[in-house]
């Protein structure tokens, strides 16, 4: 199994910044892709971004293109979420995730899940 802890969360006003962090541990060797998803309340599950093994693929949801970047440290078992000029619309919680095939913003692709950080952006 692979276990996912995410941090970072918190509450921040409109235009503001937070880097969410997502720790993997557990049997890590089954990590290729990492992603990230977000769900609002009474409202599905969407996908944020996603990232390769080796970084060298990243996609990201349209709706966070030019703010949002994603990143990894392999060393570290560690993916993180740059969220820059947030806006009250990306208020959500925010889930990591992680498979062993390559990166997708399928949510129904990813195998591991972590419980989740809250991100609360004020107007």
């Known amino acids: 199994q692979v276990q996912l802890v995410e941090s970072g969360g918190g509450l921040v006003q409109a235009g503001g910044s937070l880097r969410l962090s997502c720790a993997a541990s557990?049997?890590?060797?089954?990590?290729?892709?990492m992603g990230w998803f977000r769900q609002a309340p009474g409202k599905e599950r969407q996908s944020v971004a996603a990232i390769s093994w080796s970084g060298g693929r990243t996609l990201y949801a349209d709706s966070v293109k030019g703010r949002f970047t994603i990143s990894r440290d392999n060393a570290k078992n560690t993916v993180y979420l740059q969220m820059n000029s947030l806006k009250p619309e990306d208020t959500a919680v925010y889930y990591c995730?992680?498979?062993?095939?390559?990166?997708?913003?399928?949510?129904?692709?990813?195998?591991?899940w972590g419980q989740g950080t809250q991100v609360t952006v004020s107007s």
């Open positions: 557990g049997r890590t060797f089954r990590v290729n892709a």
């Open positions: 995730a992680a498979d062993s095939s390559v990166a997708s913003l399928n949510p129904h692709e990813y195998d591991y």
